[in-house]
T-cell receptor, first 112, second 111 residues
Framework: DTEVTQTPKHLVMGMTNKKSLKCEQH?????MYWYKQKAKKPPELMFV???????INESVPSRFSPECPNSSLLNLHLHALQPEDSALYLC???????????FGPGTRLTVL | DAKTTQPPSMDCAEGRAANLPCNHS???????VYWYRQIHSQGPQYIIH???NNETNEMASLIITEDRKSSTLILPHATLRDTAVYYC????????????FGDGTTLTVKP
């Protein structure tokens, strides 16, 4: 089983809202990732968690706040987003930081 | 990570083999070649990876040249469901999970 689940599938939010994206995996993977993908562009890495600790932050604005409550769960808290933050947000996991990454279906975010 | 170059688009007839090239001329000795594909608006799907030997699984074959500067992903009998964007990624085993996606190749399988 190589399933990574993400909720919600779609999210529409205003610039003053606070919302969260959720990602879950039950493969025993110890590394989890957030990517952002704009239309017709490749995914771009945002954050990497390894053993529940943030190991990479690719200079992401503070209005995006990741959280890894346990080894199976990864959240992305959103606050005061801009319309240009509208994108597909992808979660991935792997056994270790260097191993094959398995992606979830993504959350399509629209910021009004 | 080494940079990869892929053609922006390719067509393939249904039932024929699809051969997708990738150039990674600056690849280092400890860097693997990974292939993913992304069907419209879905998450990327892992296909195959290799270091220097050719690899085959139930989805595809990966041919890496002897100098490792280029590789080819082969889908042996393409179907309409193989229409997707295919990404070739080069990543070191020790880079803590950083993957840099290039622009990929849009493969269109035609009936």
């Amino acid at each position: 089983d190589t399933e990574v689940t993400q909720t919600p599938k779609h999210l529409v939010m205003g610039m003053t809202n606070k919302k969260s994206l959720k990602c879950e995996q039950h493969m025993g993977h110890r590394a989890m990732y957030w990517y952002k993908q704009k239309a017709k562009k490749p995914p771009e890495l945002m954050f990497v968690y390894s053993y529940e600790k943030l190991s990479i932050n690719e200079s992401v604005p503070s209005r995006f706040s990741p959280e890894c409550p346990n080894s199976s769960l990864l959240n992305l808290h959103l606050h005061a987003l801009q319309p240009e933050d509208s994108a597909l947000y992808l979660c991935a996991s792997s056994r270790g930081g260097s191993d094959t990454q398995y992606f979830g279906p993504g959350t399509r975010l629209t910021v009004l | 990570d080494a940079k990869t170059t892929q053609p922006p688009s390719m067509d393939c007839a249904e039932g024929r083999a699809a051969n997708l090239p990738c150039n990674h001329s600056t690849i280092s000795g400890n860097e693997y070649v990974y292939w993913y594909r992304q069907i419209h608006s879905q998450g990327p799907q892992y296909i195959i990876h290799g270091l220097k030997n050719n690899e085959t699984n139930e989805m595809a074959s990966l041919i890496i040249t002897e100098d490792r500067k280029s590789s080819t992903l082969i889908l042996p009998h393409a179907t309409l469901r193989d229409t997707a964007v295919y990404y070739c990624i080069v990543r070191a085993y020790t880079n803590a999970g950083k993957s840099t996606f290039g622009d990929g190749t849009t493969l269109t399988v035609k009936p």
